[in-house]
């Protein structure tokens, strides 16, 4: 895999994720936050890119950095949108947050290609091991948050995501997995070994 040269602080899971876009794409990242990732693709991959953020000061940065942005919920955004209409549909770190992931999911796969997904594992060992040892819920560096806090509402394993994409007769293109330290690992026993997950998928026959 190719990584591309980027400042030395770039995220590796953004990096990671530009990696599997293709250089010129219509892009649309849901969730897009400051905007930092499509930003990059539109500079450094020639992308025509579109964000969807719900964050007024999220959406105010998005728009300092030049970045085209809807504001309003991820399926509002996509609805204006036809079948098709871009090559790649980027979820990152947001998946958890939908209140309807099987809906965002399919939406996505309608106005996209491909869509390229990525979010935190819950089968992460040190999850399952504060759980077990200390009796609550668990926090980490990608799941910061307490119980009463958190944005998250329906956290996931790299197993449960895996059989989500069998049930809905999804391909799963490319797969990428990285430690609780944001550090590249490979694929055997990821739900035990993963973070952070990062999954490209497709229908199922559609090719490449």
């Known amino acids: 895999m190719i990584l591309l040269k980027r400042p030395a602080k770039m995220r590796i899971d953004y990096e990671l994720i530009e990696s599997l876009v293709p250089d010129n794409a219509k892009v649309l990242d849901l969730g897009c936050g400051d905007g930092q990732l ?30 085209p942005v809807f504001q309003g919920d991820m399926l509002e955004g996509m ?88 049930k809905e007769n999804l391909e799963r293109v490319a797969e990428i997995y990285l430690t609780s330290g944001y550090r590249p690992t490979g694929a055997w026993c990821a739900n035990w070994r993963a973070g952070t997950a990062i999954f490209q998928i497709q229908r199922a026959g559609q090719g490449g």
């Not at 500079?43 to 940065?61: F, L, P, Q």
């Not at 999911?105 to 491909?114: H, N, T």
């Not at 819950?122 to 759980?131: C, E, M, N, Y």
Request: net charge positive; with cysteine; charged share 25%.
């Open 79 to 166: 609805s204006f949108y036809r079948d098709g209409h871009f090559d790649v549909v980027i979820l990152s770190q947001t998946l958890q947050q939908a209140l309807d992931p099987p809906r965002v999911i399919r939406e996505m796969l309608r106005v996209g290609r491909r869509a390229i997904i990525s979010f935190p594992n819950f089968g992460h060992w040190a999850v399952r091991l504060q759980l077990l040892l200390g009796g609550r819920m668990p926090r980490s560096r990608v799941l910061p948050y307490h119980w009463f806090n958190t944005p998250n509402v329906h956290l996931c394993t790299v197993k449960d995501f895996r059989e989500f994409c069998e």
């Open 38 to 67: 499509l930003s990059d693709l539109i500079e450094y991959k020639r992308c025509e890119g579109r964000g969807v953020e719900i964050d007024e000061a999220e959406v105010m940065k998005c728009i300092g950095r030049g970045v």
